[in-house]
């Protein structure tokens, strides 16, 4: 551990109306060290994040900066002060270049009339890229135009640029593929031999231990425990994350296969061609940019067929995702935020709003009905919120996906298509929605399950298929394969 303190965070506390969000927190990260900030969702990590980056203020507590105290009235001050928010959402102005956003807010500027100096402003760019090692990335191209991975690069390169003390990681893998997060994890080994303070937060246990020198665990907005990394073990730290053991992340019960019920034949560019039965879980794996998700998406409707066929149940032809919602295909998009849910409604609209039905006579919805129903779920999948009419943005990432889950089970769909279900989402929460799919298979339901994370899908599916460079494998019996098999498949080798 490096010998100067960065940053300290004692008796932080944060209070909205009759919840108390964080109670007595400290957080302690030194120069030149790697903290993991661990929890479940809605354990208060968010909270004290923003706390740090300025945009929240504290209700008690203290922060100082390399000894000096630390209060930041904004962001932006926060950001002057060095220290930088990198959050698992991309927050780049994506019509602006990459020096424009890179610069954002500290423009250089020259003479009387401060104007904006674009040449500095070019260097300024180059440079804090070249000490990234990614001298490729041009300042004149725009941000939008990036890869995921490069973007983010031009984040950490915008932290870099304003004498970054202090950088914060909030789920920086979630949009990365496998060739991406191994650089990812190599320019953070680079930061902290420059002596920069990161917090790191994930739900990636593994990440965790590979990345981190120590760790702090949040649960119910207070310290649970902490200490080094590579002397605890993942179970230790998930016991401290849910206050008990989790012993059995993969339930598996009886799976029994029954008919088909969704057949695809040659469908798409990816040529794909497979049956899915009721009563099983078929996985798609693949590297990020194999196809997976364009896949799902023509199943439901939401692309076109252009090639192929598919059939769910005596159902054959296009069909629209309406359509799906009454053949029984409900779908668990993967961008909740920009299409998986309706931000501006409340949880209990957003929970039923395909299937208004049971909610009062046609045409209407009794509130109190749907109030009811909404709890029930609500209750069921733990979803975390002050009141179901609450609006859905207020909820952490994890919950809002369970309540996009949760819209599935509402509307008791006989096939579900679960793309990425559990990104975003604790260990606890996880170890819930995979408990949820076995029920599911074990009553009949035909569960098509899309997923980057590689021991999830041998934890849970009864085949995988892999999906490589647009083409989709045939389905193989879980026990056919491992982790190094299935990256081999997905990576274009073929294992020996």
């Not at 029920?439 to 590689?454: D, I, M, N, P, T």
């Not at 056919?480 to 299935?486: D, P």
């Amino acid at each position: 551990m490096a010998e100067s303190v960065r940053l300290e965070m004692r008796g932080i506390r944060k209070i909205f109306g009759a919840t108390v969000a964080l109670e007595d927190v400290d957080l302690t990260v030194a120069a030149g060290e790697v903290c993991a900030l661990v929890g479940q969702n809605g354990a208060g990590k968010s909270t004290l994040m923003a706390i740090l980056a300025g945009a929240l203020k504290a209700d008690a507590g203290a922060m100082r900066l390399d000894g000096a105290a630390y209060a930041p009235r904004d962001p932006l001050a926060a950001r002057q002060a060095g220290v930088a928010m990198i959050y698992q959402e991309r927050s780049l102005a994506p019509r602006l270049t990459v020096m424009e956003n890179i610069v954002l807010g500290v423009e250089p500027v020259r003479g009387p009339l401060a104007i904006v100096d674009r040449d500095r402003m070019r260097q300024i760019a180059a440079k804090a890229l070249a000490e990234l090692g990614h001298a490729d990335i041009a300042p004149d191209d725009v941000a939008g135009d990036l890869s995921p991975a490069a973007q983010q690069l031009v984040e950490i390169a915008r932290a870099r640029a304003i004498g970054c003390r202090v950088l914060v990681l909030d789920e920086p893998t979630s949009s990365l593929g496998h060739a991406d997060v191994a650089a990812l994890f190599d320019l953070i080994r680079r930061l902290k031999q420059s002596g920069i303070a990161v917090v790191y937060i994930s739900h990636f246990i593994e990440e965790v231990k590979h990345v981190s020198d120590r760790f702090l665990v949040l649960r119910d907005g207070c310290n649970a425990g902490g200490g080094v990394t590579a002397d605890t073990r993942s179970e230790e730290i998930v016991a401290r994350m849910v206050g008990r053991s989790v012993d059995d992340l993969y339930p598996r019960g009886t799976h029994v296969r029954g008919e088909p019920i969704l057949d695809l034949e040659g469908v798409g560019p990816a040529e794909a061609t497979l049956t899915l039965h009721r009563g099983e879980v078929l996985g798609i794996a693949g590297l990020l940019g194999a196809g997976r998700t364009h896949l799902l998406r023509t199943i439901f409707g939401l692309e076109p067929v252009t090639v192929g066929r598919i059939r769910v149940a005596a159902f054959a032809g296009p069909a629209s995702p309406r359509d799906r919602w009454q053949h029984g295909v409900g779908m668990l998009s993967e961008d909740r935020a920009g299409e998986g849910l309706a931000q501006g409604l409340s949880v209990a609209d957003n929970l039923t709003l395909s299937h208004p039905g049971p909610l009062g006579p046609p045409g209407f919805v009794l509130p109190s009905r749907q109030r009811s129903v909404a709890v029930r779920w609500a209750d069921r999948l733990a979803i975390r919120c002050a009141d179901v009419r609450q609006p859905v943005a207020e909820l952490s990432g994890g919950n809002q996906q369970k309540v996009a889950f949760a819209r599935l089970l509402h509307h008791d769909v006989d096939v579900l298509i679960l793309d990425e279900p559990t990104k975003g989402i604790d260990v606890a929460s996880k170890a819930q929605i995979y408990e949820l799919i076995d029920e599911l298979a074990r009553a009949r339901k035909a569960v098509l399950l899309v997923s980057s994370y590689f021991p999830e899908l041998l934890g849970v599916c009864d085949r995988i298929a892999v999906m490589s460079r647009g083409r989709l494998g045939p389905p193989r019996s879980v026990e056919e394969w491992n982790e190094h098999s299935l990256l081999m498949e997905a990576s274009g080798a073929r294992a020996s």
